[in-house]
């Protein structure tokens, strides 16, 4: 209904209480309504429902007995009135509230693919590199009894898994050959330079676990903390297995891509060394084939 049409919006545009003895002599469009034409009633309130200074509605009380406005009818009315308005009013807060938290999700997320295209592109990687070791490593980490929650995490963090080498020197970063040992040194600083970068952003602290610890190594032997086994976080363990597995099945400019045997092969003789042996198990058994 329009503001100011019939008894609702009459009562939504002058603010106040409507009451109506009876209906049939009163008239109007009310009782000719389908699904108030049968139901006999006699007495009508309706009553506005503002919340914060504005509109959400009206509620309509209908009598099937004459009823006569008596101060505790109209406070009854306006009680319920209240308690509607702000009902309806913190309903629409939180649907907003939810709204916007998903486009602000949405946004961010959009945010942190760009940014990983932009490494790729940056580090020369094979196209859609960043993409398809996401999508592995969240797949595989499901696999893994790693929470819906908990992948939010993960899928950020592979996306930004060599962040840190924004900090990385393009002389070195591009270096077409093998890099010395100075060079090694200042290679081997980029999961820090990604640590130093995301944590104080608050939304991806939980995503730092890859970006900080995919160098690590089951045997203790990675970099930079020096992990071993079950002090590297699971996503980690997880990544590093995929990320070796998409960098050997791509060509780089210093060697053709590796068959998928070669690759398997190669991982296989890695477990229990660089990678943990019960991942490696997920990875050779459930994943590929799904691929």
């Known amino acids: 209904m329009r503001i100011g049409e019939g008894h609702a919006g009459k009562s939504a545009l002058e603010n106040r209480v409507i009451y109506i ?75 907003d509230l939810q709204r916007s938290n998903i486009e602000l999700s949405l946004a961010y997320d959009t945010t942190i693919e760009g940014w990983s295209k932009a490494l790729d592109l940056r580090d020369k990687e094979t196209e859609g590199h960043s993409q398809r070791v996401t999508e592995m490593t969240v797949r595989i980490a499901r696999d893994m009894g790693i929470s819906e929650e908990e992948l939010i995490h993960v899928r950020r963090g592979a996306l930004l898994h060599d962040i840190g080498k924004m900090g990385i020197p393009d002389n070195i970063l591009l270096k077409p050959g093998k890099l010395n040992d100075e060079e090694w040194v200042i290679m081997r600083k980029h999961p820090i330079f990604a640590y130093e970068l995301l944590h104080p952003i608050s939304y991806l602290r939980p995503a730092l676990d890859i970006p900080y610890c995919h160098h690590e190594k089951w045997d203790g032997t990675g970099y930079p903390r020096g992990l071993k086994g079950e002090q590297i976080p699971m996503s980690s363990r997880i990544f590093s297995i995929v990320d070796v597995w998409d960098a050997l099945r791509s060509d780089r400019p210093y060697r053709p891509a590796w068959s998928e045997e070669k690759t398997l092969e190669h991982i296989k003789s890695l477990s229990g060394i660089d990678f943990d042996p019960k991942v490696v198990d997920v990875f050779l058994k459930g994943c590929l084939p799904s691929l």
């Open 21 to 95: 003895s009876n209906l049939k002599e009163e008239g109007g469009d009310i009782l000719r309504a389908p699904l108030l034409s049968k139901e006999d009633f006699i007495s009508y309130f309706c009553a506005p429902l503002i919340s914060k200074g504005n509109i959400k509605g009206v509620v309509e009380m209908f009598y099937r007995s004459k009823r006569d406005p008596d101060p505790e009818i109209l406070d009854f009315a306006e009680s319920i009135a209240l308690q509607a308005a702000i009902a309806i009013d913190n309903a629409s807060m939180f649907n």
